[in-house]
């Protein structure tokens, strides 16, 4: 629920129950706010645009203790709000945290929790500027980010015969909830992916500069970022699944659950990947130049068309993808 | 737990048990933080400056559902965040809210909610322009604002011989706690200070206007909040608790609780005006000028003068006055 653009207009997302809740309350709103829906809030600022956005995890719905040490707990929440400036291709400068902590908590926890989220803000080229430290019944990290962005790409660019790309590789987050869910230890590389995204913030400026059109982090999982800025650019969005380019650490889980792997990563949620939308005339060159920056893949997985929604086909064959809701604890 | 100024270097902050927690983080977090500890962090940008501030509340920690309608709590959540907007003479822009809602929640509560932080913010000057929803355990609202500030006012620049004014007046929002501690509804005009504060911001801009050395919010008490800015500036603070304004809403439960009213209203948290250290020869026409501008009373408390520390005397005889530390149950 983040971002705004005209003023008192939601930008549309696409279907879920957490963005039906977004919708309702955004429309109730009216004037009160400019507009919620995209990753990010911009604000013009001089000869630049101040671009925002604030990121809540809690325990027990976002992550849980016996997963995840504090520090990869602070480096995840931090790093899943800077993944919004990525999406807008914007510099990321400061980052503020809100914690609330159990009244057990000792300082070396809280220090530790802040490590981490200095460690994602340093990493990004950013640092802490500011927070606030409270007593809660659960840990909860609230993390806003600032950054600057001459030309802030939105959702709603996207028009028809442009393609649909994907950085890195998706399923390893999946991979590791997958195994933690059935009492195993996930490996260290879908771990990893969970436990400590990377924001990716060049490689989204370079996008930026390079013409993207429309631009979102995969948070919801593939399928519903695509209906998102489907919804957002008022196009239709097709991926072709055999296309989407798979974590070598999701494919032992993808495998164990019989689920085709392309399809596995595309309901992977929290992956901080970015989806983009790039003119038909992006090609070879261009990847090969984007691979020398970002040293990350960078993937055609489908297109875009007149009409609405995003559709996933395997083999020729729609596929409807499960979403991740965070809503939804049966995801969890 | 805000703010910044020289990188890695942590503002003074005077005494109790949660700002020792917040130094002890600032200390280990080193280069990770650009400093923590005034009201806001102030990012440089363009010809003026970015000022940004998070502030949570939790429920049963800084406000409790049967005492607030969840509009208020939207309200008074975002008005908090703004007055660090206020302290530092900065005009509000935008707001994000990072809202935390127990599984129980309908829409309505969530709308309700949003509604009084999006009135806040209005009434600010400012809009709602990006949040994030999520579940959790209890209700928590993480609010970040931004604003913009040409000169921004931080805590830190008092000199010995300066005058230390307070705007409005103190001692409401404890009446009403007081009285819901013993059981008892508190007065309406006690109630609306604790549930519908009004974040100083023109005060503030007029003040930053007129030379404000120093300015900092009463959030953890007169007392305290001096402190820390007596340490932010290297100086010594005189308050006369005779001259301390004491809301009318305050008189009775000080009687109530023996307590003189100065001392009751001194000891108030979350109070919301703006205690500022102005230079010597500000005097009776400004204080005229800026009633007319602000609509509020400023009155002298007290003085500047060499040494350390905040120092309350009531009848000329030295004061301890009891802090408002968020990390201390007792103080609820």
């Known amino acids: 629920m983040s971002g705004p653009r005209a003023a008192g207009v939601a930008m549309p997302l696409g279907p879920g129950a957490e963005f039906d809740r977004v919708r309702r309350i955004a429309a109730a709103l009216g004037p009160r706010a400019a507009g919620l829906g995209d990753d990010c809030a911009v604000l013009a600022a001089g000869d630049t645009n101040l671009v925002a956005s604030t990121d809540v995890s809690v325990e027990g719905v976002h992550f849980r203790r016996e997963w995840l040490s504090l520090g990869e707990i602070g480096w995840r929440a931090t790093a899943a709000a800077l993944s919004d400036l990525a999406a807008e ?111 990716r913030l060049r490689a989204g400026r370079w996008l930026a500069r390079r013409g993207a059109r ?45 689920i085709a792997p392309g399809r596995f990563a595309a309901e992977s949620g929290e992956e901080y990947e970015l989806l983009v939308v790039l003119p038909p005339h992006f090609e070879g060159d261009d990847v090969l130049a984007f691979r020398s920056v970002a040293g990350l893949e960078l993937t055609r997985v489908g297109a875009v068309r007149a009409g609405a929604g995003a559709q996933a086909t395997l083999g020729g064959a729609p596929v409807t993808l499960a979403g991740y809701d965070h809503f939804a604890p049966r995801n969890r």
Chains 1, 2 share one sequence.
């Open 89 to 199: 291709g914007a510099d990321a400068a400061g980052v503020l945290v809100a914690l609330t902590v159990p009244a057990s908590a000792r300082d070396d926890d809280v220090v530790a929790l802040m490590t981490g989220a200095g460690d994602a803000a340093l990493d990004a080229g950013a640092r802490l500027v500011g927070g606030d430290l409270s007593a809660g019944p659960a840990w909860s990290v609230a993390v806003t980010v600032l950054g600057w962005a001459q030309a802030p790409v939105t959702r709603a660019g996207a028009r028809a015969g442009d393609g649909l790309w994907i950085t890195g590789a998706l399923g390893g987050a999946r991979a590791a909830l997958e195994a933690w869910r059935r009492g195993a230890e996930p490996s260290e590389a879908a771990r990893r992916a969970f436990a400590h995204p990377l924001p």
């Open 214 to 258: 429309a631009m979102i982090d995969v948070s919801d999982g593939l399928g519903a970022d695509a209906a998102h800025l489907a919804a957002a650019s008022g196009v239709g969005l097709v991926i072709e699944l055999e296309r989407v380019p798979v974590a070598s650490a999701a494919r032992d889980e993808a495998a164990r659950l019989g």
